[in-house]
């Protein structure tokens, strides 16, 4: 009897952290897409704003590690190249950008009423969108790129349809069911304005 207690109560407090950890985990989702999205907002202000194109990388990892550090760059009209002018900024721990558009994304609920949601060219699946920079710790690094124009405008070479497309998702290894919990990042390259979608 007092082992079925003990296994009982060992049983209640895993599907008690399992939920708090979702929470957490849905919580940083929320907070680092937003993080992202307003980064992505400002970088389009700056190019309108400075009348320049400003450009915002992701660093490509190396081997399998995930898609997690961001910056920007704005074109010099004098030096004639793009200069980094932000800091380098990552995904809270646990996220990251995925590889490919994930399958199940297809299948969300956002989709079956809007198809055009999940219609699009995906930022890191893109051949010609890339540059080499410093990264973070001064080595070289690879970045995969979309840039504003100084109408407001998004585009990257390479994409060819209406949207361009990222999306966040926890690591598996933060216990979070990624088929449940992930966040999608559309924008509309005519107007330069995002769209984020949660399933």
């Known amino acids: 009897m007092e082992m079925l207690t003990v296994l009982t ?3 209640l407090l895993m599907g008690l952290s399992g939920g708090v950890l979702y929470v957490l985990t ?34 490509v990892p190396d081997g399998n590690q995930a898609y ?22 990552g995904l809270a721990g646990g996220l990251s950008f995925t590889r490919t558009l994930p399958d199940y994304v297809r299948g969300a609920s956002y989709a079956a009423e809007d198809a055009s949601s999940v219609r ?5 699946d893109l051949a010609g969108n890339t540059f080499t920079t410093k990264g973070i710790d001064g080595q070289p690094v690879e970045v995969k ?3 504003f124009n100084p109408s407001g405008r998004v585009e990257a070479p390479g994409a060819e349809m209406r949207n ?6 926890p690591s598996e290894s933060t216990g979070s069911d990624q088929t449940f919990n992930w966040s999608q990042i559309n924008l509309d390259t005519l107007t330069g304005r995002y769209r984020i979608y949660r399933p």
């Open 145 to 147: 790129f979309f840039q």
């Open 68 to 89: 997690r550090e961001y910056s920007a760059w704005e074109w010099n009209r004098k030096r004639r190249q793009f200069e980094q002018m932000s800091e380098w900024t």
């Open 164 to 169: 361009l497309t990222l999306v966040i998702q």
């Open 9 to 11: 109560v060992i049983a």
């Open 26 to 59: 849905s919580t940083g989702l929320n907070t680092s897409t937003r993080n992202f999205a307003d980064f992505v907002n400002f970088c389009r202000s700056e190019a309108i704003a400075r009348h320049t194109a400003v450009r915002v990388g992701i660093t």
């Open 120 to 124: 699009g060219d995906y930022i890191l």
